[in-house]
């Protein structure tokens, strides 16, 4: 990697007779002493950045200087600004082919007609006669393809380039009036002066006022232009290469105060954004503004994650001396380029130059190119969420989304579920945390009944890897001690989920996560970063993140850290249709597991009914959703399979047998063909059998639903 060595200097405001820069405040006048010229103050600026970068071992690839050599039109301002640079600057390895130039405002003679000669022959006298690199200035003849060279500064080894762009041609100009008014405007100065009014000069000048603008603009011909040495730069042998642009005025105003003026911006600085865009400028280098400020413009339009760092150059102006010029590193050449702003205060006779060093800003971002991650990030749930799920729907669909979350300490607390969760029908508001948390915790099981038909369960993988190694204890170990800061688990086993024609594979989406142990200040927290192969956002990704929450509470409570962030990485996002139930669980199977003794109640409650009514109610009510779940999972196609109710289905059955009663054996009996039903379903892959399948389910549903338990009557 090289690294590139700027000067950027802007606004030095010269002139022939010398223009006073008052540095102190003199109350009281003594001879022999007067304010310095800026001249003067611009002369001690640069031989101090020379002896400090001379001292460094540094050398300047080129100075960049983005216009008002003169003050306010006077002459004399380009020479003396060119002089200066060159007499300190060469013993940093300046001369004319290393400085780009154009002209601002103050440049060009008040009054002048755009592209016309006299505009720039101050400035074509002094910088481009000197053989400084300059912008193709409206009016010239244009150039050949030959010539196009003229106007970039090319890096030996191609890695920049420098392109200067003239934004001046129609500032300092008189509006052309409509008639009868401007046949008029001459006179009104002696109709005015006849009226008494008095002092016609000043009359003429204010008048002149009202008809002068200061307009911002680059001509079609001067972007075409440029369009042309943009595209005909030399390509570097390998690698990406830097563009920078140089302009007097500004893309956008670099400080908070207002200017209330006719045209006091660009006026096609869209058109000017887009060029930027579509020729892949990476920092643009402006002045005029005299106030300096550095950032990314981020593209309104096109790659929504392209972005241009603007560099708003401040000068020296009276009781403003902390940002006269500045020093652009460029590093990471040619692929990590970044930018680095090194800012020199107007130094004292006698003092070292002061320099404020900002941290490196990078160029290039990973989201440029097709198919890059898409990366969600906050601090709000419900925002992260909602944002997730629009990516995975549009922008992500089927790419990489990386969704990071870091919750304030006031939400930690908290089961992480979003308030826009689509839970699954028929479940009461009042219950849907506690369905979810039973859920999350279903899936971080160590043992299942399960294992047979789901050999993938997360809690298994992660706590009987290969059938007995607990991966959480291993993390728990090694974030205790002092030899490392992070630890993983994995959850595929390639001997155990792997086929070798890759046909009859089946292991689960979450695929690897690893605990990270961070300080922040005085707190120790463990953060969590998990990958999936493929996530479903909208249903899926909540109960990841809630695992993921649940194992950082379990390992930071027995390693003393608080819970910290939260970063899942997919590699394939979507949003799917179906039902809860086809990423979730269903809840008679979840049963099995967590809590047996219920469907044992509810096959009472079936065949027997129930006198406490508050377990009668809770019991009917989990009925009525696991319903919903049987139901939901016959209605739409999955050619990946739905988590279908059967275990738990076969042993309510059993239950049901065996509480006897006349309705019994027929219930059972539907409970247990569906069962039969939905284990079919799950081995099918064809749609026409599902189809088919899938009616018979809906047949035995059907009876279920209109199934009316007994009622036991009190004191039973």
Same mark, same amino acid.
């Given at each position: ?45 640069? %031989? ?63 009054? *002048?007609?755009? %592209? ?221 380029? $970044? ?209 993921? &929450? ?20 997919? #590699? ?8 809860? %139930? $086809? ?14 003794? &219920? ?21 009917? #009510? ?36 065996? %509480? ?19 284990? *079919? ?36």
């Amino acid at each position: 990697m090289t690294d590139a060595t700027f000067l950027h200097l802007t606004d030095a405001h010269l002139s022939t007779t010398g223009v006073p820069f008052r540095m102190d405040d003199h109350k009281v006048r003594l001879p022999r002493l007067d304010h310095p010229d800026r001249a003067q103050v611009l002369d001690l600026l640069l %031989s101090r950045v020379a002896e400090r970068l001379d001292a460094a071992g540094r050398r300047i690839d080129a100075v960049l200087f983005s216009g008002d050599a003169q003050e306010r039109g006077g002459p004399g301002g380009h020479r003396r600004v060119l002089d200066i640079l060159l007499h300190r600057l060469a013993r940093c390895g300046i001369g004319p082919e290393r400085i780009v130039a154009v002209p601002g405002n103050h440049d060009v003679p008040k009054g *002048s007609d755009p %592209s016309s000669t006299t505009r720039y022959s101050d400035f074509v006298a002094a910088w481009k006669a000197a053989g400084c690199v300059v912008p193709w200035l409206d009016g010239e003849p244009l150039p050949t393809q030959d010539e196009l060279h003229r106007f970039r500064l090319l890096a030996p080894d191609r890695s920049w380039v420098v392109l200067p762009l003239n934004t001046s041609n129609w500032c300092q100009v008189r509006a052309e009036l409509p008639s009868p008014l401007k046949e008029a405007w001459p006179l009104i100065p002696d109709l005015l002066e006849a009226a008494g009014a008095g002092q016609r000069q000043v009359l003429l000048d204010q008048l002149e006022k009202l008809v002068s603008y200061d307009v911002a603009r680059v001509s079609g011909e001067q972007m075409e232009i440029m369009r042309e040495v943009a595209r005909s730069t030399p390509a570097p042998a390998s690698g990406s290469q830097t563009r920078i642009m140089v302009m007097h005025h500004h893309l956008r105003n670099p400080d908070l105060r207002e200017e209330i003026r006719p045209f006091a911006d660009l006026v096609n600085v869209e058109l000017v954004r887009r060029f930027i865009r579509e020729n892949r400028i990476n920092v643009v280098v402006h002045g005029h503004k005299h106030q300096q400020q550095v950032g990314y413009d981020h593209d309104a339009e096109g790659a929504a994650h392209r972005r241009t760092l603007l560099v708003s150059g401040g000068t020296f102006d009276e009781g403003r001396e902390r940002d006269a010029a500045r020093i652009l590193t460029l590093g990471g050449l040619p692929n990590l380029a $970044a930018l680095t702003v090194t800012t020199f205060s107007l130094p004292r006779s006698g003092s070292n130059l002061d320099a404020i060093e900002d941290a490196p800003r990078p160029l290039w971002s990973c989201s440029e190119a097709g198919g890059a991650p898409t990366v969600v990030q906050g601090s709000d749930l419900n925002e992260v969420y909602e944002r997730a799920c629009d990516a995975a729907t549009n922008d992500a669909k089927g790419g990489i989304l990386v969704v990071h979350l870091d919750l304030p300490d006031d939400q930690l607390a908290r089961i992480l579920v979003p308030k826009s969760y689509p839970y699954v029908d028929g479940l009461d508001e009042d219950r849907r945390e506690e369905w979810f948390g039973e859920l999350v915790s279903w899936w971080q099981l160590d043992r299942s009944k399960l294992e047979s038909r789901i050999p993938y369960i997360h809690g298994n993988r992660l706590r009987r890897y290969a059938g007995g190694f607990d991966q959480i204890a291993r993390i728990v170990r090694l974030l205790r001690g002092p030899a490392t800061t992070k630890a993983i688990a994995v959850l595929v086993d390639p001997l155990r989920d792997f086929d070798p024609e890759g046909r009859k594979e089946r292991f689960a989406s979450f695929c690897l996560v690893e605990f990270k142990r961070r300080e922040d200040g005085d707190r120790k927290l463990v953060d969590a970063i998990a990958f999936y192969r493929t996530q479903e956002f909208a249903k899926w990704w909540p109960i990841n993140v809630a695992e993921l &929450r649940h194992l950082q509470r379990e390992i930071g409570g027995q390693v003393g850290l608080e819970v910290g962030r939260i970063t899942t990485i997919c #590699a394939d996002a979507r949003v799917q249709a179906p039902s809860p %139930s $086809a990423v979730t669980m269903p809840i008679l199977d979840r049963w099995l597991d967590q809590a047996p003794e &219920r469907l044992h109640l509810l096959a009472q409650l079936l065949v027997q009914g129930a006198p406490d009514a508050p377990r009668r109610d809770r019991a009917l #009510a989990d009925w009525r959703l696991a319903l919903v779940e049987l139901r939901a999972s016959t209605k739409r196609y999955n050619p990946d399979g739905n988590p279908l109710s059967v275990e738990g289905l076969s042993v309510l059955g059993s239950f049901v047998r065996e %509480s006897g009663g006349p309705e019994a054996g027929r219930l059972a009996g539907l409970l247990e063909d569906l069962a039969t039903i939905n284990d *079919s379903i799950a081995r099918t892959t064809e749609r026409e059998a599902f189809e088919r399948l899938a009616a018979s389910a809906e047949r035995r549903i059907q009876e279920l639903e209109s199934f009316r338990p007994t009622t036991a009557p009190a004191g039973h």
